[in-house]
């Protein structure tokens, strides 16, 4: 069984520019997550779709980023502009449903360092 | 949402028992706990799920005391290749909407 793809797998931007990530979840997951994690730091929850609607994005900076995922299958996270604190690893995950008794199969991530 | 506490940090020898306890007072009554792994450069690796008792599969057990107010993620006769982070997590309710929050995490050390 294919895992959760990403790419691009790293990405050096300077501050102020915009950069996006792709994902693609397991075939037939329905939920979807984006994380974000900093050096150090447990993976931080940006967004989770069910299927192609938002379920939470109380965490996603709003001025800055933004999520979609079209057609209830792949997902793309979008910052602009982006800022030195952004530097972090973006994890994809998904899993079958959403509720806590699923498991949740995360990508390798992409890593952003910006400059 | 259900806050986890764990040890920030473990060492151990190649070959012994590790036992990871966490701490999640205010657990619900339909949580689940779970457990992920993570190597630098990778994303966190499922490793086992339980509700309550115990249970084991070919990588871990884990143990679950019967008020589930903490866990414990045994992991037999670790090797070098067991040094990474774990997480311990408890999940939002079965209706499905509330998101695994991620700690600070465990980072295991396994020394030679």
């Known amino acids: 069984e294919a895992g959760v793809a990403q790419s691009p797998r790293y990405k050096i931007i300077e501050k102020r520019q915009s950069v996006a990530f792709w994902c693609n979840p397991i075939?037939?997951?329905?939920?979807l997550y984006w994380y974000q994690q900093i050096l150090g730091q447990g993976p931080k929850l940006l967004i989770q779709?069910?299927?192609?609607?938002?379920?939470?994005d109380s965490q996603l900076p709003k001025d800055r980023f933004s999520a979609e995922r079209l057609k209830g299958v792949d997902s793309t996270l979008k910052i602009q502009p982006a800022k030195l604190e952004d530097s972090a690893v973006y994890l994809c995950?998904?899993?079958?449903?959403?509720?806590?008794?699923?498991?949740?199969?995360f990508g390798e991530g992409s890593w952003l360092t910006v400059v | 949402l259900a806050k986890t506490t764990q040890p920030i940090s473990m060492d151990s020898y190649e070959g012994q028992e590790v036992n990871i306890t966490c701490s999640h007072n205010?657990?619900?009554?339909?949580?689940?706990i779970t457990w992920y792994q993570q190597f630098p450069s990778q994303g966190p690796r499922f490793i086992i799920q339980g509700y309550k008792t115990k249970v084991t599969n070919e990588v871990a057990s884990l143990f679950i005391p019967a008020d589930r107010k903490s866990s414990t993620l045994s992991l037999p006769r670790v090797s070098l290749s067991d040094t990474a982070v774990y997480y311990c997590l408890v999940g939002g309710p079965n209706s499905g909407n509330t998101p695994l929050v991620f700690g600070k995490g465990t980072r295991l050390s396994v020394i030679a």
């Open positions: 205010n657990i619900a009554t339909n949580d689940y």
């Open positions: 995950a998904s899993s079958l449903r959403a509720s806590s008794g699923n498991t949740i199969y």
């Open positions: 075939s037939g997951h329905a939920t």
């Open positions: 779709f069910q299927n192609n609607g938002v379920v939470d």
